[in-house]
């Protein structure tokens, strides 16, 4: 048999090599690399492959990084700058007024028939989106320039610009003021705004050169004080659920006003002079003999009555609760008389205990007492409203 040699490894060996002890054999076997040749081996081949990873990958992600980085930065850029840069397009509006009719001064309506037309530059049509903000009901919009099937069809200018022109017509609300009735002057208003552009999109400047009155116009009752334009933007305080708006919007807005008021001479005398000349006559009452209360006391019931019928004709040309000037001096018209009928009563209480100067010497001063209120009230309310 073979000898089959064995090799003990030392103690030593074992420490240093941290190798459980074991035995080896030689037997058919070529002798085995070192173990630091071996281990360095595997060192310089993991250098090799992420030095070779690093070089392939790193480039790429470089350059990726770089196109993602340069790009991005003009592009917001660009899109901040554009945000800014952006002026809302400038509309001009126009109105001619071609008449006025049925102003109803207790439904605070009247009916207006008028020529519109808008000037503007760019793609965005503003007839599309405007909105006659105080119409009652539908009213008849008629585009001047359109197409064969009668659809809106702006015109183009050599300047560049648009031009549309309708012919409307409808009812009207306005606000009307009666705290100065029957001396009452109002503005018949046609409020125009635009329902989509907010006002960074759209604004409105009111062609103040042609925007006028046909001298033809005429209003029953009224005179007719001129017809102008007055362009503003307007502070909502919503966003109206619409998401993509932060907090309230604003929106362009254009009013056209004409100017009314009442007749002077022709308000003094329906509304103003059967409250001084009922007064008047009450006043008078006061020179007859004091034992004539009858008298006295059937011409008081007269007054009021006149005051009822004025109140009446208040009450239907004004809408209810309006405080006007006619009704506060009907009120001192009322207490005045409330003052007279006690005077009477103690007119004639006197009369009756014969003391006939007294009673005369009681009406006098009533008289002026009266007198200088009334006056005194009437020049008060009237005067800073004439």
Request: neutral net charge; hydrophobic residues 45%.
């Amino acid at each position: 048999m073979p000898r089959i040699a064995i090799a003990r490894t030392s103690k030593a060996e074992e420490r240093v090599s941290g190798t459980p002890r074991r035995w080896q054999t030689t037997l058919g076997r070529q002798p085995e690399p070192s173990r630091a040749a071996s281990f360095l081996c595997c060192i310089l081949v993991i250098v090799l492959l992420c030095g070779g990873g690093f070089v392939v990958h790193a480039e790429p992600n470089q350059d990726a990084a770089s196109a993602n980085a340069i790009p991005l930065s003009p592009v917001l850029v660009d899109q901040k700058l554009q945000q800014v840069s952006v002026e809302p397009s400038e509309v001009l509006v126009g109105a001619y007024l071609y008449f006025v009719r049925n102003i109803d001064t207790r439904a605070n309506t009247f009916i207006g028939d008028f020529y519109l037309w808008f000037l503007w530059r760019g793609d965005r049509d503003p007839t599309k989106s405007f909105e006659i903000m105080n119409a009652v009901g539908a009213p008849t919009i008629k585009p001047v320039f359109a197409d064969d099937a009668g659809l809106s069809k702006p015109e183009e200018l050599p300047d560049g610009r648009f031009y549309q022109q309708f012919h409307v017509q409808g009812t009207f609300g306005c606000s009307m003021d009666f705290s100065t009735y029957p001396l009452d002057s109002h503005k018949l208003a046609i409020e125009l705004e635009d329902t989509k552009g907010t006002v960074r999109e759209v604004l409105y400047k009111v062609d103040d050169s042609s925007t006028t009155l046909h001298p033809d116009v005429r209003a029953s009752g009224w005179d007719l004080h001129g017809f102008s334009g007055r362009a503003w933007t307007v502070d909502y305080a919503s966003n109206f659920g619409d998401p993509r708006e932060q907090g309230s919007v604003r929106y362009a807005h254009v009013s056209f006003g004409l100017d009314i008021e009442r007749p002077r001479p022709s308000a003094i005398l329906e509304g103003l002079a059967p409250i001084v000349i009922s007064m008047i006559i009450g006043l008078c009452a006061l020179f007859l003999r004091a034992d004539e209360f009858g008298t006295r006391m059937a011409m008081y019931a007269t007054i009021v009555m006149t005051y009822v019928f004025v109140n009446m004709d208040i009450a239907a040309k004004v809408p209810d609760g309006a405080g006007t000037l006619l009704r506060r001096i009907t009120v001192t018209g009322f207490v005045i008389l409330a003052m007279l009928a006690l005077a009477g009563i103690r007119s004639f209480v006197l009369a009756r205990q014969e003391q006939f100067k007294a009673a005369q010497r009681f009406d006098r001063i009533c008289f002026g007492v009266a007198l200088t209120v009334f006056f005194t009230a009437c020049v008060i309310v009237v005067v800073p409203n004439y």
